[in-house]
Each structure stands twice: as structure tokens, then as C-alpha cells.
Nanobody
Framework: QVQLVESGGGLVQPGGSLRLSCETSAFVLNNYAIGWFRQAPGKEREGISCIRSSDGSTFHADAVKGRFTVSRDNAKNTVYLQMNNLKPEDAGVYYC??????????????????WGQGTQVTVSS
């Protein structure tokens, strides 16, 4: 059974940093792409970053490129989303999700079929 548990959200000032965690299992890390998504109030959920299972390659949406990075710690079965230089428009509920496949790293929401519970990120002074 695929389980994903996010943590690390909170309140941060503009320009600040947060690191989100997505804890899962070794089987998931070895066989599934992990994506990060966010949803602001009144807006659709959008894909922002992902990490490919086979080689750890990452991809980012233009809105976060250069500010967000994705990494994984295989020993802890955890994927991280490091968010730097946060802006008010980055606020929302952040989710990690998984989709089967070692050689893919999609950002489309509809591609993913297992989701974590979400963690709130607030960017405000």
C-alpha cells in the first residue's frame, strides 16, 4: 500500500525558507515518481516539482525554478522540497503524490493516483 505523509509546513515571511518532507516507503522511492503540488484558495491544484525514481532527476515548474529544489534521502525513505525566497503567491496547501514508473517525472496532476494529506504553507509578514 502506498502511503505518503507530508510535514514541515508553517508560517514564513516573504524571502524566507521552508523544507517540506514526504515520508514514504523504500518500495515507493524505488518504483514511483514523486511529485509536489500546491493549491491556493480558489485555484486549481498545480504541479510544481517532481523527482524521478530511476536516477533522482528533478523537474520544476517555471514558477518555482531556481527557488525550489527536490531531493531524497533513501535511508529515511523521504523526499524533500526545499523552498527558498518564498513569495506570498507561494502560499497554499502543499501535497506530495506518487505515480507508478521509474523513468517518468510528470507535473500533471491527473497522472498521480496516491496523495498525501497536505501541509499548509503561509507566506506573510
Amino acid at each position: 500500500q502506498v502511503q505518503l505523509v507530508e510535514s514541515g509546513g508553517g508560517l514564513v515571511q516573504p524571502g524566507g525558507s521552508l523544507r517540506l518532507s514526504c515520508e514514504t516507503s523504500a518500495f515507493v522511492l524505488n518504483n514511483y515518481a514523486i511529485g509536489w503540488f500546491r493549491q491556493a484558495p480558489g485555484k486549481e491544484r498545480e504541479g510544481i516539482s517532481c523527482i524521478r525514481s530511476s536516477d533522482g532527476s528533478t523537474f520544476h515548474a517555471d514558477a518555482v525554478k531556481g527557488r525550489f529544489t527536490v531531493s531524497r534521502d533513501n535511508a529515511k525513505n523521504t523526499v524533500y522540497l526545499q523552498m527558498n525566497n518564498l513569495k506570498p503567491e507561494d502560499a497554499g496547501v502543499y501535497y506530495c503524490a506518487s505515480t507508478w514508473g521509474r523513468y517518468i517525472c510528470p507535473l500533471q496532476t491527473t497522472t498521480y493516483d496516491r496523495w498525501g494529506q497536505g501541509t499548509q504553507v503561509t507566506v506573510s509578514s
